[in-house]
């Protein structure tokens, strides 16, 4: 670059792959061109949902081609720690990826980011609550760089009827850190001409907040589509609806209504009457300890009602398949993609079944053989699974799912049902008979059913964690009448920081080790 060419302006932007990064870039770099100046991006993309980091760079400088005499600058094109003028954040956990990567400097960096949260497939998988600290991202952001402009953007583009892209457009325009007027970024948004109207209206949004002239914006019926109406629980629509509610009426206190309607509607959804009032008859032997020990605040049955409710309704291909054919989906999936009424929206689900799912809905005689020949090699378990593309925007591909959803009826000769009703019979059988050696035991027994998510081999390690806690400590407590709340705390914790499992190994041989005998004096 010649010596009296001026400093790019550079702009690192990060966002996930699906969340319009490179829609954002291409606007930048379109109304740099348009305004005549000379400018270059790249980008690193990352697959197209939440596991995938996408980073995007851009190189703008500040003069005209008609200011340096045409001369054709020399860009570097590569991001470096220390060298960002402005990062652009899509979400929360983004803010904190590139100030982890030194790219948001205190002498230099304006950082531009969204304050809403798009879970992470890692924050979803852990064992337990897997967040990430977002009031920790906050402070470091507001610490590290220079200036901050941080908002709900999410919120913003839902207010204007539009998406995140083009209100932090227009948050950039509006804090002025680009030699380009408004006028071009709209003249830009106009040219592409897809959900122009939308578009302009989110810039228009981000456009007062970087301002900071924010007014309350108003939800405009001519480019927002209406919102859903939320849908009726379960135990209001099905026939025997009214009878459950009038047995949790009856047998429950006032307080805990709301918990058990939901659950028991949930399970209602899930198979039929018959195992929503399984899920009651179960919940009622534990009512019973705190109805006779007169705890008025119901705890145990509280904490019981909530994981027992989710326990029940195990996600299995027949879940997910009900799930994913649901109207209330593809009407969501609608509003996202913001489709008007007369548009297709093409919509490929992918799904990657394998022995375990297969085994699943298997007689146990059938399915126990399989799965102890998969087991002796684990090779096998891989090249069995087989990925499916299924297009429930057509007729056959969405009877496959619908067929599919319609097989609740076999889900209780399945092998994966049969296991799960053993293993929530067998945690139940501790907490009460926790419950008899103390409440707070009890409690902690109850907060185990925290260790099984999921299927496949996330299930398998929590069930595995579950028993050796089991083995380890509950039942030798149960056994010697004392309770042992901290200890049952204390393990399932490290279980569920180390889903491996080494973290609980040592925990355990700390816990059961023998008090060494007092020396003599």
Not at 67 to 83: K, N, S, T, Y
Not at 96 to 103: H, S, T
Not at 270 to 290: E, G, H, M, S
């Amino acid at each position: 670059m010649a010596k009296d060419t001026p400093r790019p302006i550079t702009l690192l932007i990060a966002a996930m792959g699906g969340e319009g990064g490179g829609v954002l870039t291409s606007w930048i770099v379109s109304a740099a061109r348009k305004a005549g100046h000379p400018v270059q991006a790249t980008s690193i993309p990352g697959v197209a949902q939440r596991t995938g980091a996408t980073t995007y760079y851009i190189e703008l400088v500040p003069a005209t081609y008609a200011e340096i005499q045409d001369r054709e600058p020399v860009l570097d094109l590569h991001p470096a720690p220390g060298d960002v003028d402005v990062a652009i954040a899509t979400e929360l956990v983004e803010t904190g990826r590139v100030i982890e990567r030194g790219f948001v400097s205190p002498d230099r960096t304006l950082l531009i980011a969204s304050t809403h949260r798009i879970y992470a497939l890692a924050e979803k998988m852990a064992m337990g609550d897997g967040r990430f600290d977002s009031d920790k991202i906050l402070s470091a952001a507001k610490s590290m760089a220079k200036k901050t402009l941080l908002f709900d953007m999410e919120k913003a583009a839902a207010d204007a009827g539009s998406v995140v892209n083009s209100v932090i457009l227009g948050a950039i325009c509006g804090a002025g850190v680009l030699p380009i007027g408004r006028e071009t970024f709209e003249e830009t948004i106009k040219e592409e001409g897809i959900a122009v109207k939308a578009n302009l209206a989110g810039f228009a949004a981000g456009f007062a907040y970087g301002k900071g002239e924010v007014v309350e914006l108003k939800r405009k019926r001519d480019i927002t589509l209406a919102p859903a109406a939320p849908a009726a629980p379960a135990y209001r629509t099905h026939p025997a609806g009214d009878a459950l509610k009038a047995r949790i009426e009856k047998a429950f206190p006032n307080a805990l209504h709301p918990l058990i309607l939901e659950a028991c509607g949930r399970t209602l959804d899930y198979q039929d009457a018959k195992y929503a009032t399984l899920y009651l008859d179960r919940l009622d032997t534990v009512a019973a300890i705190d109805r006779a020990r007169n705890d008025n605040d119901w705890r145990l049955t509280s904490e019981t009602a909530r994981h027992l409710g989710l326990r029940m309704t195990f996600e299995d291909v027949i879940r997910v398949a009900q799930l994913k054919t649901r109207p209330s989906r593809i009407a969501r999936v609608r509003r996202e993609v913001q489709a008007a009424p007369d548009q297709l929206v093409k919509q490929t689900e992918f799904l990657k079944p394998g022995i375990d799912e297969f085994a699943s809905l298997m007689p146990p005689f059938m399915a126990r053989p399989l799965l102890r020949w998969a087991e002796k090699k684990p090779e096998r378990k891989k090249k069995t699974h087989i990925g499916l593309y299924v297009r429930t925007d057509t007729f056959w591909g969405y009877m496959k799912l619908r067929t599919m959803a319609g097989m609740r009826w076999w889900r209780r000769a399945g092998h994966r049902y049969k296991e799960e009703q053993r293993q929530i019979e067998h945690w139940l059988d501790l907490v009460r008979r926790a419950a008899a050696v103390g409440r707070d035991f009890a409690l902690e027994v109850v907060e185990l059913a925290r260790l099984i998510k999921g299927y496949g081999s996330t299930h398998k390690r929590g069930s595995g964690n579950f028993d050796r806690i089991v083995a380890a400590i509950v039942e030798p407590a149960l056994a010697a009448k004392r309770p042992a709340a901290a200890a049952v705390k204390k393990a399932r914790d490290a279980a569920l920081a180390d889903p491996e499992g080494e973290t609980l190994g040592k925990t355990l041989a700390e816990l059961t080790a023998p008090v060494p005998a007092r020396a003599a004096e």
